[in-house]
């Protein structure tokens, strides 16, 4: 019985919504291209959270800083000392292994052990194993032109922090958000485009005064971030909160919850969004790297202090795995000998809102669908097909999330009304084609 996760690979592939990179060449290790319909789908997300985070509310602004920065951003994170795993390799079976994740990884000359565990395996001690991309700006290809591909969006938002404040006149609490691809040359990546060596993340820092509430702010964005998910249509039972224990508490944060979602299989529970409650590390920090003031004035008490950060961080890819393992289900179908696959995505963000189909190619009926297309396409991404069964037609829009399919057929050209057929329940009813388009509009709502 093949994963979910093969099943989606397979799906993601055919239907045009992730490919391996350079897979002529054999693929790129850990690195995927959005395909058409993945594009789309991946948009839709970033958008709903842009939209949450910065258009909805007047407490945090937008950010897009550049991926390249300079390299004493990295020192004083702590990335260029500590961003690093504990690599082991198996001189044996040829595997190389996290140290700290032995428990997950299997030896590859004898996969139904752990790396270590196979009479044969020779491991070799830990060694650490920087994360960071390195290369080179300028001509030379020195040491001192080195810089980092960055890790994570966060640090553009720290160093930036006192530009936005300052020019937008925001007040303590507010946060700064924004969107980006970072890079990690991660040691174990896999499971598809859960661990990538590039990725986009969705961050936010908020910033508090340390004498008041932080832990109130804490508490209201790990409720806030949870709740995205579920708006996004995440079943309940597939979301859970998980703490750092002290153990795995980075030494400089207070809190620390990451939302999981159960991928189904062999993968199950696994980290979607970090909340952190990070203190002063960060601008303290960097004030101290660069000998620049990163203090907030609090004008009606005439006091500065350096403002305490909470972050939620959210991986753009894992969401949309995230989404496409939630969606994903095969059914019977009442009365046909074939079942059939549904991707179940949330109207708002599938990437074709309507299939649009002639039900036969003749009559005046190609030509009402395609002006109709026309029509909504201005607004909507919708799709038209003239070709082969209807059935069959469904049945592809099915399987790539289409909530709704509008079907011409020898009625609309007697009384303007065309067949809506609901990708959930089966249900069809009569829509006047000049309202097709405030029904989508509300059926995408929310
Ligand atoms: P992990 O423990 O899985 O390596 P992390 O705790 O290092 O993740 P953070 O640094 O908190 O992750 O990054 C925030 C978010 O960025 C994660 O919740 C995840 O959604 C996303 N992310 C991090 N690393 C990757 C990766 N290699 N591929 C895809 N997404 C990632």
């Known amino acids: 019985q093949p994963d979910v996760m093969d099943k989606l690979v397979s799906l ?27 594009v789309e789908l991946k948009k ?60 997950d990884a299997r030896c590859p000359r004898k996969p139904s052990k752990q790396p270590g565990e196979h009479t044969e395996c020779q491991l070799t001690e830990p060694r650490q194993f920087n994360l960071m991309f390195k290369t080179f700006m300028g001509a030379l290809e020195d040491s001192a032109s080195v810089v980092y591909l960055r890790p994570e969006t966060a640090q553009g938002i720290f160093v930036n922090f006192l530009n936005v404040q300052q020019s937008t006149r925001q007040k303590v609490p507010f946060g700064i958000a924004q969107i980006g691809k970072a890079f990690r040359n991660e040691i174990t ?46 079943k309940e039972d597939r979301l859970h909160f998980h703490q750092h224990g002290a153990g795995e508490l980075a030494h400089y944060a207070r809190a620390a919850f990451d939302i999981e979602f159960d991928f189904g299989g062999t993968l199950g529970f696994q980290e979607i969004e970090g909340v952190h409650h990070r203190g002063d590390f960060d601008l303290g920090r960097h004030q101290e790297y660069s000998g620049k003031k990163l203090e907030y004035f609090d004008q009606p008490n005439n006091r500065r202090f350096v403002p305490f950060v909470i972050e939620t961080s959210v991986g753009a890819d894992r969401v949309t795995l995230a989404a496409l393992a939630n969606a994903y289900r095969e059914e019977e179908v009442a009365g046909e000998s074939e079942g059939r696959v549904v991707l179940g995505l949330h109207p708002a963000i599938a990437p074709i809102k309507a299939g649009i189909f002639p ?25 038209y097909d003239e070709t082969g069964a209807i059935g069959r037609r469904y049945r592809r829009q099915d399987e790539v999330g289409t909530p709704f399919c509008l079907t011409v057929d ?36 929310g």
Not at 359 to 381: Q, T, Y
Not at 430 to 441: I, P, W
């Open 12 to 38: 993601a592939k055919r239907r045009g919504f992730i490919f391996q990179s350079s897979e002529i060449y054999g693929g790129t290790g850990s690195v995927w291209d959005y395909g058409p319909l993945g």
């Open 44 to 103: 839709n997300i970033k958008d709903r959270w842009w939209h949450a985070l910065v258009r909805m509310r007047d407490d945090v602004e937008g950010l897009d800083a550049a991926i390249l920065m300079h390299p004493k951003v990295w020192e004083a994170s702590g990335h260029v000392a500590g961003f690093v795993d504990p690599l082991v390799d198996c001189k044996a079976c040829k595997g190389r292994f996290r140290a700290d994740k032995l428990q």
């Open 189 to 234: 990546p896999g499971n598809f485009t859960f661990r990538t060596r590039e990725f986009e993340q969705m961050e936010m820092q908020f910033f508090v005064d340390p004498n008041a509430d932080h832990m109130e702010w804490f508490e209201y964005w790990k409720a806030q971030r949870m709740q995205w998910h579920l708006d996004l249509g995440l």
């Open 359 to 383: 039900l036969v190619k003749k009559d005046g009926m190609p030509e009402f669908a395609e002006k109709l297309g026309n029509e909504l396409r201005r607004r909507f991404p919708v799709f």
């Open 410 to 445: 020898g009625q609309t050209l007697e009384d303007n009304t065309v067949t809506v057929r609901d990708r959930d329940s089966l249900t069809q009813e009569r829509v006047a084609a000049d309202r097709v388009g405030a029904f989508l509009d509300e059926k995408l709502a």
